[in-house]
């Protein structure tokens, strides 16, 4: 699960994610935001939208409840605060606790579990693990996004890759979308005749590559279809495999 926490105090923002690693070492920390402003533009911005919130309610420029009249949040919010005068406004924005400081750690605890209950996450789980589960090959990914769950079939995916630890698969509409396995774990249950794993950071497909150009030291440069932000080279360990997927005779 990916968690972002929004508060202004550094001792704070640091105590609540150790708190919360403590409790959820597979949680992800996508940032430590302080202030309206900041949230909405790092919203507005980011590829990877957060499965829970952390939010303080006073904020270095405000009060946290701004941010809901420049954007749409729908992800679950445990908002935290050291007023008590809040709480009946904050359950009217996707709030699931709300929480007095100094946190507690069974409040919160209490708190991340109330989420984990929560159908959205418990219907993600089902339909993923039913997916990893099923007799026959997997067709699809399952992802949730936000409060939102979607499927993405295989076939409409270009490539996939991994950047600050996250993992994304690229469709051919340009559209990117976060994965919650890693490449490792997406390569046992992809079609190894459509898809090749290029290097550390890159499993591509076959219809995604439209050039295929000869790099130094025996290496390969690959141009696809969408654009990658980084040029994508293969190893001239990975170059005779990769030929080899290519010809169709792996």
């Known amino acids: 699960m990916k968690v972002l926490i929004v508060e202004d105090e550094e001792l704070a923002a640091n105590r609540l994610k150790k708190l919360i690693l403590g409790l959820r070492p597979s949680y992800q920390i996508l940032d430590i935001l302080e202030s309206v402003s900041g949230v909405v533009k790092w919203m507005q911005e980011t590829p990877v939208l957060p499965d829970l ?20 949040i729908k992800t679950p919010i445990i908002f935290t605060t050291a007023y008590d005068q809040y ?59 936000g409060g939102t769950i979607r499927t993405i079939n295989f076939d409409d995916v270009a490539y996939i890759f991994t950047t600050d630890k996250i993992t994304f698969a690229m469709t051919f509409d340009g559209k990117r979308y976060p994965l919650d396995q890693n490449l490792e774990q997406i390569e046992e249950f ?11 950071q890159f499993i591509v497909q076959f219809k995604s590559i439209v050039e295929i150009h000869t790099h130094s030291k025996s290496r390969i440069k690959l141009i696809l279809n969408p654009k990658t932000e980084q040029e994508l080279i293969i190893s001239t360990e990975k170059s005779s495999d990769f030929k080899t997927w290519l010809s169709g005779t792996k």
């Open 190 to 200: 992809l079609d190894p005749t459509k898809f090749f794993r290029v290097n550390r």
């Open 87 to 145: 709480a009946i406004k904050a359950f009217k924005f996707n709030s699931i606790d709300y929480l007095l400081k100094p946190i507690k750690i069974d409040e919160l605890m209490a708190a991340v579990i109330k989420f984990e209950q929560s159908p959205v996450l418990r219907d993600y789980k089902m339909l993923k693990s039913n997916m990893l589960e099923s007799s026959g090959s997997p067709s699809r990914f399952v992802i949730k996004i």
């Open 53 to 72: 919130i952390l939010m303080d309610i006073q904020l270095s420029d405000g009060v946290s409840f701004e941010i809901f009249d420049s954007i749409e």
